[in-house]
């Protein structure tokens, strides 16, 4: 049974020691010396524990661990040593191992950290199958955090290590490199799994604005405030808070923030009573914090509570080919939504992505793909797709006939808008290309001319303008 089933991976005359206890106290071991008959073993049996030396020939822990991102409820990974040092514990730790031991092994060390009860009680070891959480069905898929590079490995095993706890995590990186998606990674991996996940941009609304959303208010408390209105803090009671960039936060809701960390007490504006509140709080910055520490513009004293486990997000252009996998999930996503025909990447679309700096980080991935996927057509995507000049995506001597048989993003039925063209000839000038790509947008975009100046590339003041032309023009949008 799984519960009863132990990995090592080990030469066999450094475990064989502790087997005849294991198999007095009911449970089986199995023996693999390489990645692959590991792998296969845990995928069939399940085992609860795995213990394995770092390396051996052919043969690394570190590799294991980095598959454990590929496969659901991982078990939790010992790993024992002959000659161990702090460094390589650390190291170790970090990409997601549950401990770090000295040999030799011995049994009484093991059965402390057995289950405690047989398999005959499915329930009883739940707690110990696995260091990763445990996800409802259809939430790892929802929250998929995709990259190989081990930095990306590093900070997804150090995740999953501590989304069981109610430890506050400190998620840092430059915009756009997902760092709330890994706060509902965390969240969805938690065991407050079924309980509500609120996040506040602390940077998107004034300090009073702020304070009440936070902390709720009491009718009569200002101006407006014409009923009561519970906060997020209560709204996320028994749940997860995301505090989106946390530096903007003025420093006297700093001091109120410190006292919900500490106490777990909130106290609405306008009120004279104190609630008590049970929420995680998870909290993200795309600045230097201890340099902000250091400016005085934030409190050294709440840094110290938010930052118990710190999660620091590599830029994009630190991740290698984990570009060319984000980008093949994103394009083959967009091509789904949109009922459009799998595209792939041309030669020349590989080497301009893995050669772009990404300023935008993952975002801004995310937004050329989904621009490239309407404007490629039946594909393959090229650079001019990206649209990162839009005034001369493409050069005039191939926009003489692009649209022939509606070569632009399909055929001529899958270009949604009022102004479509098919002159006989083929042939569309530039101007009623970029006319037709406009409306598009906007049809993609259900009329949100934000969104679509985003997806064009463009300014919104661009996009109105050229709106207002069209509508001199008679058309009606």
Not at 379 to 390: S, T, V, Y
Not at 413 to 437: D, H, R, T, Y
Request: proline share 5%; aromatic share 8%.
């Amino acid at each position: 049974m799984p519960e009863n089933t132990l990995l090592f991976i080990a030469d066999p005359q450094s475990v064989t020691s502790v087997f005849s206890p294991l198999k007095e106290a009911g449970f089986e071991a199995g023996l693999a010396d390489n990645l692959n008959g590991a792998i296969n073993f845990i995928k069939k049996s399940n085992p609860c524990l795995i213990f394995t030396r770092p390396i051996m020939q052919g043969y690394s822990a570190q590799a294991l661990l980095a598959e454990a991102v590929n496969i659901e409820n991982f078990p939790p990974v010992i790993i024992f040593s002959r000659n161990g040092s702090a460094d390589e514990a650390q190291k170790f730790m970090e990409l997601g191992a549950r401990d770090y031991w000295l040999e030799p092994l011995s049994w009484e060390k093991i059965k402390l950290m057995l289950p405690e009860k047989r398999a005959s009680e499915p329930d009883s070891s739940a707690e110990h199958k696995s260091s990763s959480p445990q996800p409802s069905k259809g939430t790892q898929g929802k929250f998929q955090i995709i990259g190989k590079h081990p930095a990306v490995l590093r900070v997804l095993a150090l995740a999953k290590q501590v989304a069981k706890s109610k430890a506050t995590v400190l998620i840092s990186g430059e915009s756009g490199t997902g760092k709330e998606m890994f706060a509902r990674f965390l969240h969805h991996h938690s065991d407050r799994i079924d309980k509500p996940f609120v996040a506040i941009n602390c940077a998107a609304l004034p300090e009073h604005l702020l304070e009440s959303e936070l902390f709720g208010h009491e009718k009569g408390a200002f101006t407006g405030a014409i009923s009561r209105k519970l906060g997020k803090f209560e709204l996320a009671s028994g749940g997860t808070i995301l505090l989106d960039e946390i530096t903007e936060m003025d420093m006297g809701l700093q001091a109120k923030l410190l006292r919900v960390l500490q106490e777990g007490q909130i106290d609405r504006v306008g009120g004279v009573e104190t609630t008590n509140v049970d929420v995680r709080i998870l909290a993200t910055t795309n600045r230097d914090l201890e340099e902000t520490v250091k400016e005085g513009k934030f409190r050294q004293d709440l840094y110290y509570r938010l930052n118990v486990i710190p999660l620091k997000l590599p830029p994009l252009c630190k991740r290698g080919e984990d570009v060319m996998l984000l980008a093949k999930f994103f394009v083959d996503r967009y091509c789904s939504d949109y009922g459009l025909s799998p595209l792939e990447f041309s030669a020349e679309a590989k080497s301009w992505m893995l050669g772009y700096e990404w300023p935008g980080n993952v975002r801004e991935l995310q937004n050329l793909m989904e621009r490239a996927v309407l404007l490629a057509g039946a594909g393959p995507i090229m650079p001019m797709h990206f649209l990162n000049d839009p005034e001369a995506w493409m050069p005039e001597s191939e926009a003489t006939s692009v649209l022939q048989d509606g070569a632009v993003s399909g055929t001529e039925s899958q270009i949604s808008g009022q102004a479509q063209f098919s002159p006989s000839s083929g042939v569309i000038p530039i101007a009623e290309m970029e006319k037709q790509l406009i409306i598009q947008s906007l049809d993609q975009t259900s009329g949100n001319r934000t969104k679509a100046a985003e997806l064009l590339g463009i300014s919104v003041r661009t996009l109105r303008n050229k709106l207002n032309d069209y509508k001199k023009d008679g058309l009606e949008l």
